[in-house]
């Protein structure tokens, strides 16, 4: 059976189209600039990676072609259309409404307009996307897998503010996280790596990406993680400042004479790892530039290892200690310098880094020493095979 997902983005669709007997995906792809001059699809089939340029004004018109290049006689991978069985969507904000993955009726689009307040940049490009796979396919069915469902069962004292209960009754404002397919794939994964049952285990999981977030797994339930209402809190990320003062919020307002909006612009888009070092929202560029002797690349590092630590502290205190730390995403699953500074100095938590095993980059592997008695370890995610067994597993 054969499953598509798709990632929406405003102007940008990504794909895979899954082979579900194998759990492998068969074709990978993305539509980019949609609307914009320079549309393209690059598509990864039959080992090369292709690329169509085209003008593409809107979404549909790029399912359109993702169908085309998927069934192509020379870059496709299937015969005919009706080979896809069913696809699954990665939903970013589910609220409270939705503890898992949820089968795309007219009341979940309903539900997920009326969230689209929760996450402006992601629900809406994700609901056009659903709107113009339904005018495309529309008698397969859509699953829509959401980022914020993996941590629906944190308990209050990790999900509320101290802020005046009715905010929380009238508008939601509580913390959901997300990254929540990439967390809840690296623990299950680690659990199979070490022979264990995930509900015998304490995992810390850190998905480093260019946003990042750290979760407390325990017994394969997430308890807490660093994001919060929004993707803006916790760690210090490309571009996104992760946890400040909320008081600094008002006081720049007033100093700098700007606006709640031009603030919000300024704490996503040119704060973290680019605010802090001037240089560039890249670590590959902040590592060098650290080695090349850049005093500010030195301390974003330094204070992107030092929270990343301290959350690691935090989540051993919540679970009553840990049992294996996850390290994924692009700088997770490729940064040695990180890995290891984030390891350093947590020797009484029993974490022992072999640095020869560290030496590693985006393959599945245990970094720790044998006589670790937290097992440290790399494994990539794979976001888009926990969409495809969800949508699989909800469309039986
Ligand atoms: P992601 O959002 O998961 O695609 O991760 C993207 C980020 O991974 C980029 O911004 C890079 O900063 C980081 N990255 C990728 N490769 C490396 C590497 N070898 N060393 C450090 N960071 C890396």
């Known amino acids: 059976m054969k499953v598509l997902v798709l990632n929406c983005g405003s102007s940008s669709i990504k794909y895979q189209l899954l082979d579900m007997e194998k759990e492998s995906a068969i074709a990978k792809g993305l539509v980019e600039r949609i609307g914009m001059e ?49 696809v699954g969507h990665r939903t970013t904000h589910g609220g409270e409404k939705f503890s898992g993955s949820s089968l795309i009726t007219e009341e979940v689009i309903d539900a997920l307009v009326e969230l689209s307040e929760l996450a402006p940049l992601h629900n ?19 699953v829509g897998t959401f980022d914020t469902a993996f941590h629906n069962n944190m308990p209050p004292e990790a999900y509320m503010y101290a802020i005046p209960y009715e905010y929380y009754e009238r508008y939601g404002i509580r913390r959901y996280g997300f990254h929540g397919m990439s967390h809840q794939y690296v623990s299950t994964r680690a659990a199979e790596m070490l022979g264990k049952d995930i509900k015998d285990l304490k995992i810390i999981t850190c998905h480093l990406g260019n946003g990042a977030s750290l979760a407390a797994v325990k017994n394969g339930v997430s308890i807490d993680t660093s994001m919060g209402f929004t993707p803006l809190p916790g760690l210090v990320m490309g571009t996104r400042c992760g946890d400040i ?27 973290g790892a680019l605010g802090l070092s001037g240089i560039s929202s890249d670590f590959r560029d902040l590592e060098i530039a650290s080695e090349e002797g850049n005093e500010r690349a030195k301390m974003t590092l330094d204070i992107f290892h030092y929270r990343i630590k301290g959350y690691i502290g935090k989540y051993a205190a919540a679970m009553n200690g840990v049992d294996a730390i996850v390290f994924t ?51 990539p995610t794979n976001e888009e095979l926990v969409i495809a067994r969800e949508t699989l597993r909800i469309v039986g």
């Open 245 to 271: 003062d909320p008081a600094i919020i008002f006081y720049l307002g007033k100093k700098e004479h700007i606006d709640c909006m031009d603030l919000d612009s300024v704490l996503n888009k040119k704060s």
């Open 329 to 379: 995403a692009g700088i997770g699953e490729n940064s040695q310098f990180t890995r290891s500074e984030c390891m350093k100095g947590l020797d009484f938590l029993g974490v022992e880094l072999d640095e020869e095993k560290n030496k590693t980059r985006g393959e599945e592997k245990i970094i720790s020493t044998d006589a670790s008695k937290v097992k440290v370890m790399v494994i």
């Open 124 to 142: 809406p490009p994700q609901i056009k996307g659903i709107r113009a796979i339904q005018k495309v396919l529309p008698d397969v069915p859509n």
């Open 38 to 86: 320079g549309s393209k699809l690059s598509q990864m089939s039959n080992w090369e990676k292709h690329v169509i340029e085209q003008p593409i004004n809107e979404h549909v018109i790029g399912i359109q072609l993702i169908l085309e290049a998927l069934t192509d006689k020379d870059i496709g991978v299937i015969a005919t259309i009706d080979e896809i069985k069913a």
